[in-house]
C-alpha cells in the first residue's frame, strides 16, 4: 500500500521557520522524483519546490526561492521541506508529490499539512 505522510505543520509567527517531512511507504521512493506542492484556500495548487531521484537537482518556485530548502533521505524514505523566514503568504496545505514517469505516469499524493503562518 502506497503511502505518503507530511507532518510537521503547524502555526509559526511571520519571519519563523518550520520543517515539513514527508515519509513514505509502499513503493521504491528512490525512483521518484519529489514534489512539494501548496494550495491556500481559494488559490490553485502551486508547485513549491521539486528535487530528483538522487538529490542532485533541485527547483523552487520564486516566492520561495532563498528561504525554503528541499532536501531528501533515500535510505530513510523521506523527503524534507526546509522552510524559513515564513511570510503570511506562506500559509496553505503542503502537500507531498512522488511522481515517476516509466511506460506510465505514476503519482503519489499525501494527504497535506497545514501550515499557518501569523502574529
Known amino acids: 500500500q502506497v503511502q505518503l505522510v507530511e507532518s510537521g505543520g503547524g502555526l509559526v509567527q511571520p519571519g519563523g521557520s518550520l520543517r515539513l517531512s514527508c515519509a513514505s511507504s509502499?513503493?521504491?521512493?528512490?525512483?521518484?522524483?519529489i514534489n512539494w506542492y501548496r494550495q491556500a484556500p481559494g488559490k490553485e495548487r502551486e508547485l513549491v519546490a521539486a528535487i530528483s531521484t538522487t538529490g542532485g537537482t533541485t527547483n523552487y518556485a520564486d516566492s520561495v526561492k532563498g528561504r525554503f530548502t528541499i532536501s531528501r533521505d533515500n535510505a530513510k524514505n523521506t523527503v524534507y521541506l526546509q522552510m524559513n523566514r515564513l511570510k503570511v503568504a506562506d500559509a496553505a496545505v503542503y502537500y507531498c508529490n512522488a511522481q515517476r514517469i516509466c511506460l506510465r505516469v505514476y503519482d503519489y499524493w499525501g494527504q497535506g499539512a497545514q501550515v499557518t503562518v501569523s502574529s
Open positions: 509502499g513503493f521504491s521512493f528512490s525512483n521518484y522524483g
